[in-house]
């Protein structure tokens, strides 16, 4: 019988001592588990794919009866400073799709961060035959250039995604994140 009280008391005092250990609380991290969203977004090509055969006034972009098409190229600015200015397309198709990442000053990639204008402006390289200047054919402005493309699902990056601007010219743009 003393052997049990001293077994029951050997148990209790366990037990006790057991049941007076401070226990460390376990907390989950705080914020999200998902990996974080892009801090910006490098425009690596341009590709136009549209623009409209004829200038506001009615007149094909180099004159004439449309034998002779636009040359175009681009000028590509962050925040309204001139970066990037594209190698010419000459006699160029209006419904045709011209790579337009070959610099003629500057150079592609270009970052752009959150609330950083991205602006994409297309031009005519010989313009008007009679004063041989270059026309201005139209532009994509976007304001926040990493809000409009990135979707949230964390991805690399986007290829070939179609914007429109005025005088329906129409580019396919392809960039990277940067996380």
């Known amino acids: 019988m003393i052997m049990m009280k001293r077994s029951l008391w050997m148990f209790a005092l366990a037990a006790f001592a057991l049941a007076s250990c401070k226990k460390e609380e376990t907390t989950s991290p705080s914020g999200s588990t998902s990996p974080s969203d892009p801090v910006s977004f490098r425009l690596e090509t341009i590709t136009l794919t549209g623009f409209d055969a004829m200038n506001g006034s ?44 070959a610099a003629a000053s500057g150079a592609l990639p270009i970052a752009y961060a959150t609330g950083t204008k991205l602006e994409i402006e297309l031009w005519d390289d010989d313009g008007d035959p009679n004063n041989n200047a270059p026309d201005y054919m139209g532009h994509v402005v976007i304001d926040d250039a990493l809000t409009f493309f990135y979707g949230g699902d964390h991805a690399s990056g986007f290829t070939d995604l179609q914007v429109t601007g005025t005088n329906g010219i129409t580019f396919l743009l392809t960039g990277a994140f940067i996380y």
């Open 58 to 101: 009615g007149s094909y972009w180099d004159g004439g009866n449309g034998s002779n098409p636009a040359d175009p190229f681009v000028k590509v600015y962050k925040e309204n400073v001139l970066l990037f200015t594209s190698t010419v397309a000459s006699s160029a198709s209006n419904t045709g799709s011209y790579d337009m990442s």
